[in-house]
């Protein structure tokens, strides 16, 4: 037993694709056409003026933010110079301040030299002087000591006292030199 199965259709064949039917063919392509214009217009008129204002816009939001972008990086570069030039100046005055200071250092430092080599100058004279005359009283000491013992020892060795001007006058000329 036959049966129809739902994709036959009654009556024997298929009937063709409609696009592709023959006798649809024109109206198919007058409502292309149609549609296309309508389609055409609508695009023209709304959705590329639309689209263009959306990319002047984006355009005009870029060179805003690239001129911003300039205008911030030209104000960093202007603070780094600033930045920069405080910075040498601050280095300028720390060296001029460093130079000055071990300057003065210097002239204290000389100054207290110098009174203390005044000091100095003037306790060695003074002990100079001191030791001169303790040299010249032990000198004279030693010329009346030199004076007896060069008599003692004469007497001794030859047996009487030489005479005291003699005596004094050898040891005078051996002191001297």
Do not use: C
């Amino acid at each position: 037993m036959a049966t129809n199965t739902h994709t036959e259709v009654p009556g024997g064949g298929k009937a063709p694709f409609p696009p592709f039917n023959k006798q649809h063919f024109a109206s198919q392509l007058v409502w292309f056409a149609i549609f296309f214009i309508a389609l055409y217009v609508i695009i023209a008129r709304f959705a590329i003026p639309r689209i263009g204002g959306i990319m002047a816009t984006r355009q005009q939001r870029i060179a805003d933010d690239l001129a911003m972008a300039n205008q911030f990086k030209e104000r960093s570069d202007a603070a780094l110079k600033a930045y920069e030039k405080s910075l040498a100046d601050a280095r300028t005055r720390a060296q001029a301040l460093a130079n000055e200071t071990r300057d003065k250092l210097n002239a204290e430092a000389e100054e207290s030299r110098r009174k203390l080599e005044g000091e100095l100058n003037a306790r060695l004279a003074k002990a100079e002087q001191t030791i001169a005359a303790t040299k010249s009283s032990a000198m004279t000491n030693v010329h009346g000591i030199a004076v007896e013992t060069a008599s003692a020892i004469v007497a001794r060795l030859i047996g009487t006292p030489p005479p005291a001007q003699a005596v004094e006058a050898a040891v005078t000329d051996v002191l001297k030199g």
